[in-house]
């Protein structure tokens, strides 16, 4: 029972360093191919044929450990063959030494696979006397022999293969030699041990070894990959949030410029068709004596004029985007809170012009007209509309000027 109790417990450290790698049916990375996930879950069945070779030994059922035997030895075959296709594809190269390796491979996966038929007729690997006692026979300790040299040689070359690189591979190609090493030495000791469970140890400590210097190392290297891309995808994320910000916002005064104000007639003409807006208000500004000051005080002189303007807006519909379309013209466009308020807010506004045009500072004029579905409105004659009565206001601030 203890030899089985050892195979139990090797197949549940098995199962349990070895589920992700199960679970993916991709493969896990350039080093744990295909082949390696082959090669684990015939491991898997060596450790399955195992536990119940020793519990059907120990009971004495010559039949049933006869055919256990036979699939243990046939699973370990396939993991042998496993392991050197493994190693031809983690190392990708082609030579003498590869081509070896593939003959080894393939000629060991089929002469011992005709031993053990050839077992059902003629003792030549195994056999049970009327006792039940287990022998083991001239092919067993030859295909044995034949896996300490396979181990053996894949271990040295991959070690030798180790020198080629630096770093994080070479770690990697060292530990697949180190399975090589730990395996050698392991059939080497059930050679001369047979009944104890040496096999299931070997392949347990070797796996082990490959899943957490080779899987769990490239893992991290995958995380540190991912947030590299993550970081760079934030960045560039940012980089296109900045440069549509600067182009879609105008440079002397900072609110949305004539581009951004064309889009949003789209989206808003949009909208309006298919009935999700059904209120909103449009204020049309354009400021008095821009010219006159460009003319008789300069452009930098205007440009501080403009943006004095613009704050003056910007204050006065503080929930609602401001658009500079031209010289010396802003739309705002009024929704939610500024809409609800916009008779409040224009008339502070006009207040305050009123103020600054008695005290000969920044004068604007201004002109609200607001959506009516019923009257089959759209962005453009709201716009109109709004764009005659500034003028009108204009001629209106102009006359009480005159008149002061």
Known sequence: MAYSSIAIIALLVHLIINFDVFKNKKNVSKFLNNSYRLFLYSIMANYIMDALWGILYDAKLIKLVYIDTFL????????????????IEFL??????????????????????ISLIVNFFIPIKYYFDSDCVYHACVTRYTALCFQIFMFFITAIYVFVYAYKTKGKEKLRRRTIGGFGLVMTLFVLAQYFYPLLPLYSIGYLLGTSLIHTFVLEAEKEDYRKQLEDLISKEKMQKEE?????????TDSLTGVKNKR?????????QNALNCGLITEFGIIVCDLNGLKEINDTQGHDFGDKYIKSASQIICNSF??????????????????????????TLVNTFDKIMYENLLKNEVVISSGLDIYHADKQDTFQIVFERADKKMYA??????????SV
């Open 92 to 113: 990708n190269e082609k030579n003498i030494f590869i081509k070896i390796l593939s003959f080894f491979g393939w000629s060991y996966l089929v002469l011992d696979g």
């Open 318 to 343: 503080k929930h609602s985007p401001v658009y500079r379309i031209g010289g010396d013209e802003f739309v705002i466009f009024l929704r939610g809170q500024d809409y609800q308020a916009r008779e």
């Open 72 to 87: 243990y030895f046939a699973a370990m075959t396939i993991a042998v063959f496993f392991w050197t296709r493994y190693v």
């Open 393 to 402: 206001r204009k001629k209106i601030l102009k006359d009480i000027k005159g």
């Open 260 to 268: 951004a104000f064309t889009e949003a007639q789209e989206e808003i």
């Open 240 to 248: 296109i949030g900045s440069t549509r910000k600067l182009a879609y």
